[in-house]
C-alpha cells in the first residue's frame, strides 16, 4: 500500500507511561521504526517531543480512550499534526496484544492512511466543554439532593410535596427552614405558604401535620445547606460560561500615568490572567441565540450543545455525519439483504443527553411541529424512541441553521395533517364504511 505520512509516530497511551514508535523510509525500501517509553510527567512528554521533533515526526495519532490522552494532546498540539483515532477502528490483529505492538501496529496504520481523525474542537471550545459539563453534573447532583429532601419528608409524614408544584420554590423553602428550626405546628407553617400556592388552608395544614424528629430537622439542615451551596456553585459557573462567550469590549485608551509616583508603579502587584472570552465570541453569541429559537431549546441546552459540536458545521460533511456522531441516528447492522439491528451506536452522551431534554421539552408544546412529531412516533413505537427521533430532529436543525444561517420557522401542528390530507381522508373513510356508513366526500364552499 501507499505511504501517505514517510515520518509518524503511534502512542499507547496509558496512566502512567506512554510507549512512542517512531517509523520512517528505512534501507531497501523498507520501514525502520524505533520504540521509546516515557512517563506521562510533563517533563518526560516533553523529552518525547523533542526527540519526535529531531526525527523530524510530522504526524502523531493516538487512541482516543479515556482521559489519559488529554495531557499529551495539550502538550504537542502545537507542534505536530495530532490525530485521535477511534480504539475500535485500530484493533490490533490477533497474537500482537502488547504496548509495543500496539505503538508500532498504530504507526502502521496511520504511515498508510488507514485512520480517520476524530473531531477535537480547538482548546477554548475544550474548557467551555470543560465547563458545561461540569454544570451539568451539579445540576443533576441537585437534583439527586432534592430528591433526599422529599425522601426525608416522606419519613416524617409531611406531604408537602402533594400541595406545592414546585418542591423548591419559596414557599416550600421556607417551610422547610421552619421545620429545621423546630416549628410544628401546623397552622404556623401554613402561613408561610398562604398566598403563595394553590391549595385550600385546610389542606395545607393537613399536609403539615406530621413526625419530625431531631434527626429528621438534622437530615433536612444538611440538605438545604447542600442545596444552597450547589445553588451559588451553578450560578458561578453559569457567570463564567456567559464571559466566555460575551465578545470582549474595546481596549480603552491608556491613562495617563505621569502623576503616579515611581514607587506605586513598582510595588504594584501581578495580576494572575483571567479567562478570556473566546476567539470569536460574538459568533457564539450569536449561534446561541439562533438555536435557541428552536422548540424545546432553553439557552443552557444551547449552550451545552455548542460547547461539544462547535458553531462551524465544517467538520461534519453533513447533517447525517453529525448525528452519527452524536449517537441518535439509527444503526445499520444489515446482513444477506436482512435489517439485523436499528439500535443506535454510542456517540457524544454529553450532547445526546441534552438533545433527550430537549425533545421531551418540545413534545410538551402546543401547536407546534416537535410536539405533533413525538406524539405520533410515540404513539407506534414508544416515549423513549420517539425523545430520540425528536432528538435528531433537533439537531437537524440546529445543523443547518448553523451552516446556512437564518432563523427558525416552526412548521406548526398540523404540518403532517396537510402533507398527508388525501391519505387521512381515504383512512378515515375506510373506518367510517367499516361502521356501516356510506361516504361521500364534498369540498365546503369557502366563506367569503
Known sequence: ??????????????????????????????????????????????????????????????EATGVHWRCIYNLLENDFELLMANAHHIKTVPGRKTDVKDAEWIADLLSHGLLTASFIPSAPQRELRDLTRYRAKLVEERAREVNRVQKTLEDTNLKLGDVVSDVMGKAFQMILHAVVDGETDPV??????????RASRKTL??????????????????????IEHLD?????????IAHRLTPPEP?????????????????????????TALPDAQNWQQAVETIDQITGISQRIAEGLLAEIGVKMDQFPSAKHLASWVGVCPGNHESAGKRLSGKTRKGNPYARQLLIQAAHAASHSKN??????????????????????????????????????????????????????????KRLVRRLERMGYQVELKQMAQAG
Request: one cysteine or more; proline letters at 4%.
Open 251 to 275: 481596549p480603552s485608551p491608556p491613562e495617563e500615568e505621569e502623576n503616579q509616583p515611581a514607587s506605586q508603579k513598582e510595588a504594584s502587584p501581578a495580576l494572575s490572567p483571567e479567562p
Open 205 to 226: 395544614e393537613r399536609a403539615l401535620t406530621g413526625k419530625v424528629t431531631a434527626h429528621h430537622r438534622f437530615l433536612l439542615g444538611e440538605h438545604l445547606r447542600q
Open 368 to 425: 407546534t411541529y416537535l410536539a405533533t412529531q413525538y406524539r405520533r412516533i410515540a404513539a407506534r413505537r414508544g416515549a423513549k424512541k420517539a425523545a430520540v427521533a425528536v432528538g435528531h430532529s433537533i439537531l437537524v436543525m440546529i445543523y443547518h441553521l448553523l451552516r446556512d444561517g437564518g432563523a427558525y420557522q416552526d412548521l406548526g401542528g398540523n404540518y403532517f395533517d396537510e402533507r398527508d390530507q388525501q391519505v387521512i381522508q
Open 1 to 62: 500500500m501507499e505511504i501517505l505520512y514517510e515520518r509518524c509516530a503511534g502512542l499507547d497511551v496509558h496512566k502512567k507511561n506512554v510507549k512512542a514508535c517512531f517509523a520512517c523510509p528505512g534501507e531497501g525500501g523498507k520501514r525502520k521504526k524505533e520504540t521509546r517509553t516515557y512517563l506521562t510527567m510533563t517533563q518526560d512528554v516533553l523529552k518525547m517531543r523533542d526527540w519526535l521533533k529531531e526525527q523530524g515526526c510530522t504526524h502523531i495519532v493516538m
Open 232 to 240: 451559588k456553585a451553578i450560578g458561578r459557573i453559569s457567570k463564567e
Open 188 to 197: 404556623r407553617l401554613a402561613d408561610f405558604a398562604a398566598g403563595r400556592v
